[in-house]
């Protein structure tokens, strides 16, 4: 059974910083692309950020703030996030997909930003 699990959430004041986390089990390929997805109340999951053939990609609104990196361990994923506004609110959910089309995410983790 496939899982990835998220952590690294939390409550933060506008200005500060972040670093969510991603580890993906039970799959021996790797996830490509992998990524960070954010869904705030009443709106739809948008991408924030993923990894895809090696390279990086980045919402608007996020880059230059934002950081996505893979670790060094299979299939785990990093989310910096610095400089974060009260619109980065949301729950962040990790995202990867197999080679073949299957796609899998995460439970989701929390990051609310204070004005």
């Known amino acids: 059974q496939v899982q990835l699990v998220e952590s690294g959430g939390g409550l933060v004041q506008a200005g500060g910083s972040l670093t969510l986390s991603c580890a993906a089990s039970g799959i021996a390929d790797d996830l490509n692309p992998i990524g960070w997805y954010r869904q705030a109340p009443g709106q739809q999951r948008v991408l924030v950020a993923n990894?895809?053939?090696?390279?990086?990609n980045y919402r608007n609104s996020v880059r230059g703030r934002f950081t996505i990196s893979r670790g060094s361990a299979k299939n785990t994923v990093y989310l910096q996030m610095l400089s974060l506004k009260p619109e980065d609110t949301g729950v962040y959910f990790c995202n990867g997909y197999q080679p073949g089309g299957d796609v899998y995410w995460g439970q989701g983790t929390q990051v609310t930003v204070s004005s």
């Open positions: 990894i895809f053939d090696g390279h990086t």
